[in-house]
Nanobody, 126 residues
Framework: QVQLVESGGGLVQAGGSLRLSCAAS????????MAWFRQTPGKEREFVAA????????DYADSVKGRFTVSRDTAKNTLYLQMNSLKPEDTAVYYC???????????????????WGQGTQVSVSS
């Protein structure tokens, strides 16, 4: 079992930055992939970014490429999402997730992720 706890959300003005963290505990997951998804009320969950825990391969949604960076600290078992040049349309609850299966390429489908955090709210004002 893996436990995921997000932090770092908040309210920021458009053009600002935030860094989200996701602390992972429980079973080791050297072969896992981890990802960030986001969701707003009335909309489906949306893939944001993913990273392979071992190796660091990454993938991003087109809407965040060039603005967001996903990374991980394997020593701290922590996933990060650095969000720059934030826009009001980035407002959402952000979730981290872990996929215990090896997939190539990294999955962008939330149904293939096995573990989820509780989410952290990011609000961007115009």
């Amino acid at each position: 079992q893996v436990q995921l706890v997000e932090s770092g959300g908040g309210l920021v003005q458009a053009g600002g930055s935030l860094r989200l963290s996701c602390a992972a505990s429980g079973r080791t997951f050297s072969s896992y992939a981890m990802a960030w998804f986001r969701q707003t009320p009335g909309k489906e969950r949306e893939f944001v970014a993913a990273i392979r825990w071992s190796g660091g391969n990454t993938d991003y949604a087109d809407s965040v490429k060039g603005r967001f960076t996903v990374s991980r600290d394997t020593a701290k078992n922590t996933l990060y999402l650095q969000m720059n040049s934030l826009k009001p349309e980035d407002t959402a609850v952000y979730y981290c997730a872990a996929d215990r299966n090896w997939r190539a390429p990294l999955s962008t489908d939330g149904r293939e992720y096995d573990y989820w955090g509780q989410g952290t709210q990011v609000s961007v004002s115009s």
